[in-house]
């Protein structure tokens, strides 16, 4: 009798053990299409040459898919974000000297963080809001030239890409 349980509990184990294999083989290729395809690993790097630009002259690029909003600040502009720091109306409170590496270089997402539309304002006839920054006219959201949400359901500012210089004129974005 102990030679028929000890068989029976090896079967057990056997059949729960091949279940269990079964369903992980089976379900593995659908937690492996959640991975990002090649092409999309491919353009996680962008590399702009922004030597061209001139001061208070706004630049959108795409950036895996999304649009960047780069800006090549004045002076005004810096003296602007900078003594708005310690403002009681920001909504998500952020100072300007964290969100940029060179002062005179600000590199945001164009993308309104409340429902994901894109603000305007990279044109020279666009409405930049009140703050001289962006606009998003779906639903208000009024933007600094710093990126700083003021007015509006956005709960946050403008999200900054990682980025870095990798020369005088060239700017990375992306790891």
């Known amino acids: 009798m102990d030679d028929t349980t000890t068989r ?12 269990v294999i079964g369903t992980g083989l089976s379900v593995w290729p659908f937690i492996d299409s ?3 395809a090649a092409d999309t690993l491919a353009g996680g ?11 208070g002259e706004r630049l959108t ?5 999304r649009p960047v909003f780069i800006v090549r600040r004045t002076l005004e502009a810096i003296g602007q974000a900078r ?5 009681d109306t920001l909504i998500d409170p952020q100072n300007d000297a964290d969100r940029v590496i060179d002062p005179e270089w600000l590199v945001v997402i164009g993308v309104c963080t409340h429902l994901g539309c894109v603000p305007l304002g990279q044109s020279s006839g666009d409405n930049r ?47």
């Open 83 to 87: 003594a708005d720091d310690n403002n």
């Open 45 to 55: 790097k962008t590399e702009v040459d922004v030597s061209s630009m001139q001061l």
């Open 129 to 175: 809001g009140r703050f001289g920054g962006w606009y998003c006219p779906c639903h208000g959201s009024v933007y600094d030239v710093s990126g700083r949400v003021r007015r509006g359901p956005a709960p946050e500012n403008l999200l900054i890409p990682p980025y870095q210089f990798v020369g005088p004129a060239r700017i990375r974005i992306g790891n």
């Open 8 to 19: 029976r509990d090896f079967i057990y184990i056997a059949a729960i053990g091949g279940a």
């Open 34 to 36: 959640l991975n990002p």
């Open 61 to 65: 690029i795409a950036w895996r898919e």
